[in-house]
């Protein structure tokens, strides 16, 4: 192809032979002078032997690698990568009349970085993490509701928190296909709210699907905490498993009238659920000791970076410490860690250090992570994000 062109250093080519799609500012020896940010180029080793294509960005990564090959990145490579990434999402069967809520396009773990594409009913959400995928979007789009099935007919694009501030794109959230139609979607059975206009993300976290069917199980008789309960997810699981009160608290006074709503959607006037707007280090001080027999910690990432790592750890020491303190004798506390830097072994360290502080018995039951609609690119090991424990607490 005729894009503008990146040479490595001497042997900066080795992960990009293991397919590992990022280039680092450090492993380049020379770009062309005219690559502008979002500019899709060509990348070549020393020896001058193409690599791949990729989106260019100007930051610590400085290409996104999309094809290994000298592929054309139009119109019809989006339609391909996208109708494969609906063939995985047909084969996990998340298309159901209970079930209309799913991740379709995750990054690297799609072969597509730098995109993100949440389905909900007949609404796809778009963001882009890079300013090639900005410019990509309305190509993007278009293939989107090409798919097979019919199922996509608006398209929202929500990208003005996640670009790169620097770049000075304007992304403008908008609707670039379709309009509103309905903000009901449904996961497992159960509805909610989806607010892809002012909401988190976008709009609702659907990495939590298979853990909150799993509190479900845990959840007759309870009496839960749904600790950073955002949109009340796992809060409308638990009450649908027959708990005996489940209170849900975050610091956003929003996300506790979002999940007051979807308490309302799905259980209508049910008194077994009260939400607070409050601080979770403040609750978990004040709430009376054995309050609770089922706990859920579900915080934001404490590490957004490498250079946030120790004190994130701590964070998530401290937080897990004040939950096995008060949890009643025979609680179960759900815990997880979203933050990208944090690996699965710092996580379970953090929480080992807050059960040894408390020095109650604890037993790991099940050691969870991201649904398989979030999936992790074998070549880009740090697609895995999402860790979480549940604990038995005696
Ligand atoms: N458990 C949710 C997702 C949680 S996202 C789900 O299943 O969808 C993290 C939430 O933590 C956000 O809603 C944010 O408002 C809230 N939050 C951030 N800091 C907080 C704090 N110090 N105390 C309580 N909530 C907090």
Redesign the pocket.
């Known amino acids: 192809m005729n894009y503008k062109k990146i040479t490595l250093r001497r042997g900066k080519e080795e992960s990009l032979k293991r397919f590992h799609p990022w280039v680092f500012s450090g492993a380049i020896a020379t770009a062309d002078d005219s690559i502008e940010e979002g500019d899709l180029v060509s990348v070549f080793a020393a020896d001058g032997r193409h690599i791949g294509n990729g989106h260019f960005q100007v930051g610590s990564i400085m290409v996104r690698i999309l094809s290994w090959g000298d592929t054309a990145i139009d119109d019809d490579f989006y339609a391909e990568r996208l109708a494969q990434a609906w063939r995985v999402r047909k084969a996990l069967g998340l298309m159901r009349p209970d079930n209309n809520s799913f991740r379709l396009v995750h990054g690297e773990g799609d072969f597509l970085p730098g995109l993100v594409v949440d389905v909900y009913g007949n609404t796809a959400v778009i963001q882009a993490h890079s300013p090639g995928m900005h410019f990509a979007r309305k190509s993007i789009a278009q293939a989107l509701v090409n798919l097979p099935d019919g199922v996509i007919k608006n398209v929202y694009y929500k990208s003005e928190t996640t670009l790169p501030y620097k770049a000075h794109l304007d992304p403008e959230n908008q609707y670039l296909i379709g309009a509103f139609d309905s903000d009901v979607a449904i996961e497992n059975g159960l509805r909610f709210h989806v607010d892809w206009l002012r909401g988190?993300k976008t709009g609702?976290?659907v990495d939590?699907r298979e853990n909150?069917a799993l509190l479900e199980r845990y959840s007759a008789g309870r009496r839960v905490l749904?600790?950073?309960?955002?949109?009340g997810?796992?809060s409308f699981y638990a009450m649908r498993g027959g708990a005996q009160l489940v209170h849900s608290?975050?610091?956003?006074g929003k996300?506790v009238s979002l999940t007051e709503r979807n308490v309302e959607l799905n259980y209508p006037g049910d008194e077994r659920h009260k939400a607070f707007a409050?601080?979770?280090?403040d609750?978990l001080d004040t709430m009376p000791a054995g309050a609770y027999n089922l706990i859920?910690l579900?915080?934001?990432a404490f590490a957004k970076h490498k250079s946030a790592l120790k004190n994130a750890l701590i964070g998530y020491r401290r937080l897990n410490a004040k939950a096995f303190s008060k949890i009643e004798s025979g609680g179960v506390l759900f815990t997880f860690s979203c933050s990208q830097a944090v690996n699965k072994e710092q996580f379970r360290l953090a929480v080992f250090s807050a059960a040894a502080q408390s020095r109650r018995k604890v037993r790991i039951l099940h050691q969870l992570t991201q649904p398989a609609d979030h999936p992790i690119n074998i070549y880009h090991p740090e697609g895995e994000y999402l860790k979480g424990l549940v604990l038995y607490v005696e």
């Open positions: 988190q609702f976290f939590q909150r749904n600790m950073f309960c955002y949109t997810g796992f608290v975050d610091s956003s996300a409050q601080d979770a280090f609750y859920i579900d915080p934001p």
